[in-house]
């Protein structure tokens, strides 16, 4: 079934450890992004990547990076990871840009203790 | 930036009322307009969206409004059902500018 995936489903980590989250959607879309869900805050870009190879920052990007090899894969990394990271975060993906549907994953719930 | 504000950020409405969501923008080059649904556990998914050619748009019990010269925007369920329980994110983007709104949850009571 095309769509995008998410892993891992949940995380518990201790602040100060690095952490991955991976994305891969099977859809050839050109645009992804990642957002983190906070209560009361609704979700906020943290980093997209237009095409492959490109990316740029969103909203909140400090304590994130993003790479983008290929078209299918964007994951998402906590160098060091503190307790506001605590979130769940949700990777999405559209066809033609911020002007186009966005296809969201299953999300990750993280907890950093 | 953009600033999309989303009220209430909770209803609750009787099976078979209608439940109206509203926001409002501040970017006048905001030009397209979706909104998500999100169940408990899952990623958001595109339910109606609106282009700024437009005012109006439905699909069978779901309609969506756009006001550009007051920059505001509402969904309009009709006919509850309890399935529509969920929280609900309107959004408004310029072609490299996205931005949600805090959200809407809504329960519907059988």
């Known amino acids: 079934i095309a769509g995008i995936t998410q892993a891992p489903t949940s995380q518990i980590l201790a602040a100060g450890r690095r952490m991955t989250l991976r994305c891969t959607q099977d859809?050839?879309?050109?645009?992804m992004y990642w957002y983190r869900q906070d209560l009361g805050l609704g979700l906020r870009l943290i980093h997209y990547?237009?095409?492959?190879?490109?990316?740029g920052k969103g909203e909140v990007p400090d304590g994130y990076s993003v790479s983008r090899a290929n078209t299918d894969d964007f994951p998402l990394t906590l160098a060091s990871a503190v307790p506001s990271q605590t979130s769940v975060y949700f990777c999405?993906?559209?066809?033609?840009?911020?002007?186009?549907?966005?296809?969201f994953g299953p999300g990750t719930r993280l907890t950093v203790l | 930036g953009e600033n999309v504000e989303q009220h209430p950020s909770t209803l609750s409405v009787q099976e078979g009322d209608s439940a109206v969501i509203k926001c409002t923008y501040s970017?006048?080059?905001?030009?397209?307009f979706p909104w998500y649904k999100q169940e408990l556990g899952k990623g958001p998914q595109l339910i109606i969206d609106?282009?700024?050619?437009?005012g109006e748009k439905k699909d069978q019990r779901i309609a969506v409004t756009l006001n550009k010269t007051a920059k505001h925007f509402s969904l309009h369920i009709t006919e509850t059902q309890p399935e529509d329980s969920a929280v609900y994110f309107c959004?408004?983007?310029?072609?490299?500018?996205?931005?949600f709104g805090t959200g809407t949850s809504l329960t519907v009571i059988p």
């Open positions: 999405a993906s559209s066809s033609a840009g911020r002007i186009d549907t966005q296809y």
């Open positions: 859809m050839r879309h050109n645009a």
């Open positions: 990547s237009n095409t492959a190879g490109t990316t």
């Open positions: 970017d006048s080059a905001s030009n397209y």
């Open positions: 609106i282009r700024s050619n437009v």
């Open positions: 959004a408004a983007s310029t072609w490299n500018q996205f931005y």
